[in-house]
């Protein structure tokens, strides 16, 4: 069975920053993408971060970035989220993901809704103005 502890969300003020933590057990994949998607009150879920297994190839949303960086730890285990300069339409809930779609070593990742495989319980993060 695939899980994820997500820690890292709660109640931030505008102009602040935050890190979010992913580490996703249970599922065997050598060749994966993880990331971070999100999803406001309303809107669909949307990818804002991933990183390739392969090589670390990242991509961002336009939305996040300049302001956003997705990193792992060594091992590998644990996958991080920095934002800063939050805004109040950063609020939602978001989700560490994984997909388990072939990567390509030096392209950036898929990092869209269609193609996860396993989603996490998703944490809420609210920046008030």
């Known amino acids: 069975e695939v899980q994820f502890v997500e820690s890292g969300g709660g109640l931030v003020q505008a102009g602040g920053s935050l890190r979010l933590s992913c580490q996703p057990s249970?599922?065997?994949?050598?060749?994966?993408?993880i990331g971070w998607f999100r999803q406001a009150p309303g809107k669909e879920r949307e990818g804002i971060a991933c990183?390739?297994?392969?090589?670390?190839?990242?991509y961002y949303a336009r939305s996040v970035r300049g302001r956003s960086t997705i990193s792992r730890d060594n091992a590998g285990n644990t996958v991080y989220l920095q934002m800063t300069t939050l805004k109040p339409e950063d609020t939602a809930v978001y989700y560490c993901?994984?997909?388990?779609?072939?990567?390509?070593?030096?392209?950036?990742?898929?990092?869209?809704?269609?193609?996860?495989?396993?989603w996490g319980q998703g944490t809420q993060v609210t920046v008030s103005s």
């Open positions: 993901a994984v997909s388990n779609e072939p990567t390509i070593p030096g392209r950036k990742p898929k990092c869209e809704t269609q193609g996860i495989t396993y």
């Open positions: 990183i390739s297994s392969s090589d670390g190839s990242i």
């Open positions: 249970g599922f065997t994949s050598d060749d994966y993408t």
